[in-house]
């Protein structure tokens, strides 16, 4: 039996009201309800110096490629936190419970699977992954090691969902409840209240320029290809390049479709059908696109709208009544009504619960992988410029074997999965 097999079934067995010590259970990445969890942070830029403290942990190691970030980061930690240069050591450490990466998505896949490897549990930001066949083999070490997996994106449980004026709660209850009917088609735009961020673009003149002393940038490129160094494939701007990142869709859109697929019920599906129509794309420079269309197997659409066309759209359509934003609808009395429709199946919300508990987080490596193809599946549109027919079952594409490559793309040596 394995570590985390014996410990679900001790909780279980010896009660909520033992408390089984640390050394006694031995090995990382397992903490006692009694202890305090323990975490480190790689990838320590604007975003990671930002998630230095958060409830029911302590910081106790950081790690970037880059000494100036990693200096500054442990100027604000203060004394006991460790420093590192190489996230393969972090994963050494044997008093680490949870990994949290705040990389380039790039990066994301390699180090959430080393880190389950290695028995950590694991914070990791969006977009989950850069490809799809990344976020399988991330789904599938989180599942053989028995990690606990969080994605960092909380708008299917927490906060108000950008221009609906609510939490998404309410918007479940009404999809969930068939108060507009079914199939149902979500348009997201400027009009229903997201902004796609252009201004993420990358730029195609980029001219050669001296590699910083502080940065090691053969580790930051890691398993992307190797492209001359220019400041702008970097730090704050790397979004802007295919190699790291998608442009605003990739910035954005685990941020603004995983709540849809969680209100449509999708968590374990995928679209059949994605029509992109889109500029040419630069192979380098992520760039803008016009409309994305997704169709799922029973009907629904989910419609990317890039330029703002539909500016009388309503967020959710269905053929009883229409959604808008701000939380206005065409059926009367919708917050009143959507109070007493019955609540969504409860989710554990709470990260250090459920690294204590071992029960799976909202968000976990299952569903985020889900909503996180939808990322993906779009900017392989964009990039071919043509039609695509997806099998959600196998995660492949139908009869287009160029798409089918864009799965799983090659790594510079000796990166791997």
Known sequence: MNRKKFIKQSLGALGAFTIIPRHVLGGNGYTAPSDQLTKAIIGVGAMGRGHMNYPGSRLVAVCDVDSDHLDRALSLAGSGVRGFSDY?????????????????????????????????????????????????KVVDAVRRNGSIFRLNTWFRFQSNFYGMATTVEPIKKLVENGVFGWPLKVTVNNSTGFDWKFDWSGRTNLKPQWIPESLDYNMWLGPAPYKPYNEHRVHATFRGYWDYDG??????????????????????????????????????????????????????????????????????????????????????????????????????????????????????????????????????????GRELEFDPDTQRFVGDEAANRMINQPMRSPWHI
């Open 88 to 136: 393969r050591e972090v994963l050494e450490q044997k008093d680490v419970d949870i990994v949290h990466i705040v990389t380039p998505p790039h990066w994301h896949g390699i180090m959430a699977v080393d880190a389950a490897n290695a028995g950590k549990d694991i914070w990791l930001e969006k977009p989950m992954t850069r490809t799809i066949g990344e976020g399988q």
């Open 247 to 384: 442009g605003g869709l990739g910035d954005m859109g685990q941020h603004y479709l995983d709540p849809v697929q969680y209100v449509l019920d999708k968590d374990h599906t995928s679209p059949v059908s994605i029509v992109a129509d889109a500029p040419q794309q630069d192979p380098d420079a992520a760039t803008t696109w016009r409309r994305i269309e997704m169709t799922y197997k029973d009907g629904s659409k989910l419609v990317l709208d890039g330029e703002d066309r539909d500016k009388d759209a309503a967020f959710i359509e269905g053929p009883k009544g229409k959604l808008y934003r701000g939380f206005r609808s065409d059926i009367p009395n919708i917050r009143e009504l959507a109070a007493s429709l019955p609540d969504p199946k409860p989710q554990l919300t709470d990260f250090s619960e459920a690294v204590k508990t071992r029960r799976k987080f909202a968000l976990n490596e299952e569903n985020g992988h889900r909503s996180c193809n939808l990322v993906n599946l779009g900017i392989i549109a964009v990039r071919l």
